[in-house]
């Protein structure tokens, strides 16, 4: 019979454990997480970060192509997917011996079935990764909602669905988040591998900070620069005259910047400013000029699809990089310099 101090202390001892366990897991750096975007509208969980209600599952099973009555799944382990057959060379040689490797080892570790990755009849001795072994793809799943989940790849069934991810085997997940966002259709889930998503998270504060940066160059030794900057990316060009105080340009550039102006997208604002800043003088004070004449009729569309000047009824182009082109033309400067006149004389107004 057992001490009584054993059973005591039985208890806290496997307690432990699992914490452990549970511990080691979460320091997985391979998880399927939400994937949201802030800017697209989703019943108001936009606003909280997350992708569905609480308590709210998503399950997939792993997709599969039939073909002439023969079931192929998606798995990313098979050597003979269309993808690997795109390959030439050593890049398709690599591949295979990569898929054969893992294979192997999934063998080895959930069917004691031990194959040599060199043998010529490889896929013949192969018993349950088969790509149409049926009985045992229907069986993987994944089941996300708004709490992320681990993958820990010393797992033989998490590294299976993780190779399926990373070969589009689940509608739901995305293979990494540049994946996602690149979707017209993003999904509900993206495969986060921490330093990737980590950099492509990182790209727009990136962005961000460096258009911020261009800003307080401009206000401190480029004003004219910044005003007429201000009147090309903002769609209320109109706002600003020479007479607007540099304060509120740049308080409204720093509004555009962040995403919070007329373009929601936060990374499209930064990079439209970043561009802008980039953009000569003459070219910036001819494109404010024009977006101007627009607003007051001095250049006008027709339903030819042209753009005219509204004195002379000369046909400028198609669209606004037509215009400013054309009107850069040495030999256009009389309508530039009439359209110069009237635009400065309201921003001087």
């Not at 101090?5 to 511990?23: C, E, R, W």
């Not at 550039?253 to 102006?261: E, K, L, P, R, V």
Request: glycine share 4%; hydrophobic share 35%.
């Amino acid at each position: 019979m057992l001490p009584l101090f054993l059973f005591f202390n039985l208890k806290p001892t496997i307690m432990s454990f699992t914490q452990v366990i549970t511990k080691t897991n979460k320091k997985s750096q391979i998880k399927i997480k939400p994937y949201f975007d802030p800017s697209v509208s989703n019943m108001g969980l936009e606003d909280y970060g997350i992708t569905m209600f609480d308590g709210v599952k998503h399950m997939e099973q792993l997709a599969c192509i039939e073909r002439n009555g023969i079931v192929r799944y998606v798995t990313g382990l098979n050597e003979f997917a269309p993808a690997v057959k795109l390959l030439t060379g050593e890049a398709k040689d690599a591949k295979v011996k990569q898929i054969r490797t893992i294979v192997a080892d999934l063998e080895k570790e959930l069917a004691s079935n031990i194959i040599e990755i060199e043998d010529k009849d490889f896929w013949n001795k192969v018993t349950l990764l088969k790509p149409n072994n049926m009985e045992f793809w229907n069986k993987i799943e994944l089941k996300c909602g708004n709490e992320p989940v681990y993958l820990d790849l010393s797992d033989p069934y998490d590294r299976i669905k993780y190779h399926a991810i990373e070969a589009g085997g689940f509608s739901l997940v995305a293979k990494s988040y540049d994946d996602a966002r690149s979707q017209a259709v993003p999904p509900k889930f993206y495969l986060d591998k921490e330093e990737d998503t980590a950099m492509i998270r990182t790209e727009y504060k990136k962005l961000r900070n460096k258009a911020y940066s261009e800003l307080q160059k401009l206000f401190d030794k480029n004003s004219s620069k910044l005003f007429y900057i201000a009147k090309v990316v903002d769609t209320h060009s109109t706002l600003y005259k020479k007479d607007t105080p540099n304060d509120i340009i740049y308080e409204n550039m720093d509004t555009y910047i962040s995403g919070n102006g007329v373009e929601t997208n936060k990374e499209r604002a930064a990079t439209s400013f970043l561009d802008a800043c980039k953009t000569n003088m003459e070219t910036l004070k001819i494109r404010a000029i024009v977006k101007d004449s627009v607003f007051f009729k001095h250049i006008v569309n027709k339903s030819d699809g042209y753009i005219y000047h509204n004195d002379t009824n000369a046909a400028l182009g198609r669209n606004v990089s037509d215009v400013v082109e054309y009107l850069k033309n040495p030999l256009h400067e009389d309508i530039l310099n009439d359209l110069i006149e009237k635009c400065e004389k309201f921003w001087n107004s």
